[in-house]
């Protein structure tokens, strides 16, 4: 059977891959799956369940209530409410399981189902198989006072703005920003949190209708965000995506400011307050060099690991690492979360901004960004992207030019034939000129 949970949970195009039918299943199955380990066992097993602001979350909500409550677990409906602030309420309400339903950044006709064990944590690779193993096979179902029972919770965007409120302890009064909440889960707490941190807010993109989410808007679409900074003089734009589970900023002269320079921000910050665990910070090999080089100069060490915020947290879990993140915006403070939290990350940009009383463009500017190329070459077998010598000795020979001034990284696609050859140097003429180079010979050398 091919594998139905990837790298964030279960997507799909909701209503036709991700059915309602197939929400109920692997509902049931996830509670089976967690009683047969004895996470329930001494007590009546409990749930909560938040969604993005899709309207396909409405119906896949049912159906993932209907099969847990079918299988004798207790539901707590949190509502509209995004992906961490769902990690936050299981951990806070001692919930057996966490519900999230969303596909993040993805178009509004996708939907995605994902699972949080106790504490707020994402559910182990092992139990994952284990749920899949399990989809269709027969079982005794509760009846009488055993079937589980649901009911509305209805101050989960409360409790957890005032969670991330509690996180700072500058007040950003006298701090003019303005947030692109992506017509999704964060269109409530997310002017709420900043509003009681003391910032004058200004919220686009806040009015959700159940179609428009993620549409030419958010981290993903960051004109009108740009727009809007400078239209009202803010100080500062935020971009949150569709479960607000990242973000990107702008200047307050709408220039970009990506994950890279957010995690260096942030990283500057935690060293000098002696709170970066290790002195380290994690990223992925897609991170800036200027990143990489900006961070030796602070004093910062740098694991780096494969591309995906779940790698970055293993790594942060394993080796006890305070601090991560990737380039889209994903930044993930585990002294607050255990996820990345967009709205927490927007907070702590913020009280840095307060606190040094540096505009946010004089804090970006710590690190400088080196020209970056990406492309990408079909239709190869990228199984022999490894292999191939011809391959390894072009890529050593740019190398061999380029030297400490940039850096070249060939990439298999986890999902598709396809080999990604990135190339940074001090200018974009000659990044490009690498990687055009290098994708020939990726095409001549790997041609199916």
Known sequence: MARLFGTDGVRGLANADLTAELALDLSVCAAHVLADRGEFEGH??????????RISGQFLEAAVVAGLASAGVDVLLLGVLPTPGVAYMTERLGADLG????????????NGIKFLARGGHKLDDAIEIAIERRMGEPWARPTGGDVGRVQAYDTAVEEYAAHLESTITHPLVGIKVVLDCAEGAAHAAGPRALEDAGATVIAIHADPDGLNINDNCGSTHLGSLQAAVVEHGAHAGFALDGDADRCLAVDAEGNVVDGDQILAILSLSLLEQGRLAKDTVVATVMSNLGFVQAMRAGGVGVRQTKVGDRYVLEAMKVSGYSLGGEQSGHVILRDHATTGDGILTTLHVMERMATTGKSLAELASVMTRLPQVLLNVAGVDKSRADEDAVLAAAVAEEEAVLGERGRILLRPSGTEPIVRVMVEAPTHDEAHGVAVRLADVVKRQLAL
């Open 44 to 53: 009546r097993p409990l749930a909560v369940v938040g969604r993005d602001t």
């Open 99 to 110: 519900v999230m339903l969303s596909a993040s950044h993805n178009p509004m006709p996708d």
